[in-house]
Structure formats: structure tokens, C-alpha cells
């Protein structure tokens, strides 16, 4: 299962916790965050992370939600294996299996359900990857370097006989005992990875245009901002200009007053002089 606990586990755990939907924008924005804070290593560890498909996200969010029932699909899968290499005495291995089934069932229509609330299609394919990766997890169990519920990143497949030997300390047993669901790669999984793919596209395609869309506001508000710009320089310039002339018409008032104070103090002096010589 996924790990839990303090640190980056916790922040990776949380990740994949997100819908499909949010889950590259949070992968990135946690890589940029932990770039940011100097720790390279780990940012490439999150960078690193794939974008899980949806049966696999669904496979995840059962164990967010429900960890106890993946733990007893691991059990069940435990007893199997315990049982088809003899570990268990006397014990039914038929009855084991259809235990192991109703819980793999009982699984499914939870996926199912998660996958249809998130707007994801719980189409035959999808709902076969879902089972296949269901399985794979009940054989292969806590086996240390295999994939683990809640951080699954891609569908998988229950192994092989020879794997499921070699994961089992190399133990020999008679093939027709292994009773394993198997699920080979058919044309119907390249179908559904080029819808994958198409969806994808399509939404990048998506953010391109509305990056698109954006720039070219932007670009209307800058030429808008660029043309009012100019009117107010034009209109300052024009303002600077009749300031000086109106400074030039004072500066000329204020010479043809003084001229004017002048001539009056003469005349005054020239009547004062006439008087004086009436007088005399």
C-alpha cells in the first residue's frame, strides 16, 4: 500500500488524493514549490510522477477512501498464495478464490461509482482495468518493489507463472494449481490509450487556445493603455505650450504696466511743474 507519514510521503500522498483534473497542475506546482525551497532531488522524484489513467486513479481513490478494503483484498490474495504453495493444509483453494472474487466485485462498483461522480466513463474497458489492476495488487500483495495501492501510476497486469514463482522464494508447484486472472494486451487497450491520448491533446489544445484568448486581451488593454497614453502626452504637451504663452502675455502685461505707471508719474510731475509756473 501507499506509504503515509510526514514530509514529502504526505505531500506525494496528498497528490494523488486530487481528481485527474488537478493532479498535473498540483504535480507541478509541488515539484516548482520544492525546486524553490532547494531540494532538487526530491522535485525531480515529484516531477517524475505520472499522471495515472482513470481505472488506475479509481484503483488509487479506493484506497484513499476505503484502505481497510484493500487490506482484506491483500489478505485474501495472502491466502491463496499460501494455499496454492502448500503453506495451508487442507484447505479449499476453489473457496478461497470466490472469497477473493466477492471482494474484487464488491471493489468494482465502488470504482465504478468513483469513476462516474468524476465524470470518467466506466466503460467494459475501463471497468476490465480496474478488475486486472485489482487482481494484480491481490497477487503480488506487499512484495517489496511492486506497485503499491494509492500511488498507482499506470494499469497493471496480475504477473506471469514464472514471476509469481520467482516472487515466491523460487518454489516449485504445479501450474494448473495457479489459477490467475490473466489480461493480455489487445487492440481494445491500444484503442482506449489513443483515446487517452486524444483527450490529451484536446485539452491542451484547449489551454492553448485560452492561453491564446488571454494574450490577445492583453494585448488590446496594452494598445488601449498605449493610445490614452498619448492623448494625455498630447494633451500635456499642449498645456505645457499655452502655460507659456499665457507666462509671455504676463511677462508683456506686466512691462506695458509699468510703462503706463511711468507715464502717469511724468504727467503727474509735468502738471505739478505747470501749476508751480501759473503761480509765479
Do not use: C
Not at 63 to 80: H, S
Not at 221 to 243: F, G, M, P, S, W
Request: charged share 30%.
Amino acid at each position: 500500500m501507499a506509504k503515509s507519514g510526514s514530509g514529502l510521503d504526505a505531500e506525494i500522498d496528498a497528490l494523488f488524493r486530487h481528481s485527474l483534473d488537478e493532479f498535473t497542475g498540483a504535480r507541478n506546482a509541488l515539484a516548482k514549490r520544492l525546486a524553490k525551497e532547494g531540494r532538487a532531488l526530491d522535485a525531480e522524484r515529484v516531477k517524475a510522477l505520472a499522471k495515472p489513467p482513470a481505472p488506475a486513479w479509481a484503483v488509487n481513490q479506493l484506497y484513499w477512501q476505503d484502505p481497510k478494503a484493500i487490506a482484506r483484498l491483500l489478505a485474501a490474495g495472502e491466502r491463496v498464495r499460501k494455499a496454492q504453495t502448500g503453506q495451508r493444509a487442507n484447505t479449499d483453494v476453489r473457496e478461497l478464490l470466490d472469497q477473493k472474487k466477492t471482494i474484487v466485485a464488491a471493489l468494482m462498483e465502488k470504482a465504478s461509482a468513483i469513476l462516474g461522480a468524476a465524470g470518467h466513463a466506466a466503460s467494459p474497458d475501463a471497468m476490465r482495468r480496474v478488475s486486472a489492476t485489482l487482481e494484480s495488487l491481490a497477487v503480488w500483495g506487499d512484495s517489496d518493489g511492486v506497485p503499491k495501492a494509492g500511488r498507482l501510476t499506470a494499469d497493471l497486469d496480475p504477473p506471469g507463472f514464472d514471476a509469481l514463482a520467482a516472487m515466491m522464494d523460487g518454489k516449485k508447484f504445479e501450474p494448473a494449481r495457479v489459477l490467475l486472472f490473466r489480461s493480455p494486451k489487445t487492440a481494445e487497450d491500444r484503442t482506449a490509450a489513443r483515446a487517452r491520448a486524444r483527450e490529451e491533446v484536446q485539452a491542451a489544445e484547449k489551454a492553448l487556445r485560452g492561453a491564446r484568448r488571454d494574450a490577445e486581451h492583453a494585448d488590446a488593454a496594452l494598445a488601449k493603455t498605449n493610445a490614452r497614453a498619448a492623448t494625455v502626452e498630447k494633451q500635456k504637451k499642449e498645456i505645457d505650450e499655452r502655460y507659456a504663452e499665457v507666462k509671455e502675455e504676463v511677462r508683456a502685461a506686466s512691462i506695458e504696466a509699468k510703462k503706463s505707471a511711468q507715464a502717469v508719474a511724468d504727467a503727474v510731475r509735468a502738471l505739478a511743474k505747470a501749476k508751480a509756473a501759473i503761480t509765479e
